[in-house]
């Protein structure tokens, strides 16, 4: 349930815009602030039904839209590369505090700044 929570969570992040906005505070309240269909539905002055229907409208429409474009599969990937580049990085770092090379220590600092900077 976690994970699948988080997956709709990113992908949220990365559609909502094409939600309405009835159906981006209805997904928000349910996903991001954990609020049950009952409590949202006592907020939104609507059925229970009617809050679940709006959120399993929202869903197929992002995950749809995730099937068709991709971006949060391409971010995933693109997350876990960069991970791997500073693993790489680091090795090179460690390798050099031997040898003691300013040119490759000043490129491995950029290298490693530029990874934080994209992963922020």
Same mark, same amino acid.
């Given at each position: ?18 939600? +309405?906005?009835?159906?981006?505070? =209805?997904?928000?309240? %349910? ?5 049950? @269909?009952?409590? *949202?539905? &006592? ?21 749809? +839209?995730?099937?068709?474009?991709? =971006?949060?599969?391409? %971010? ?5 590369? @960069?991970?791997? *580049?500073? &693993? ?33």
């Amino acid at each position: 349930m976690k994970s699948d929570t988080f997956h709709m969570s990113m992908l949220f992040d990365f559609y909502g815009d094409l939600l +309405t906005d009835k159906q981006r505070e =209805l997904f928000d309240l %349910y996903y991001n602030e954990d609020l049950s @269909l009952t409590e *949202i539905a &006592e907020h939104a002055e609507i059925s229970r039904q009617g809050v679940r229907d709006a959120i399993i409208r929202a869903e197929t429409i992002l995950r749809d +839209t995730e099937d068709k474009v991709g =971006l949060v599969r391409k %971010y995933s990937g693109y997350e876990d590369k @960069l991970h791997k *580049i500073r &693993e790489e990085a680091s090795y090179i770092a460690r390798v050099n505090s031997d040898l003691r090379n300013y040119e490759i220590a000043k490129r491995v600092e950029a290298i490693t700044k530029m990874i934080d900077e994209l992963l922020k």
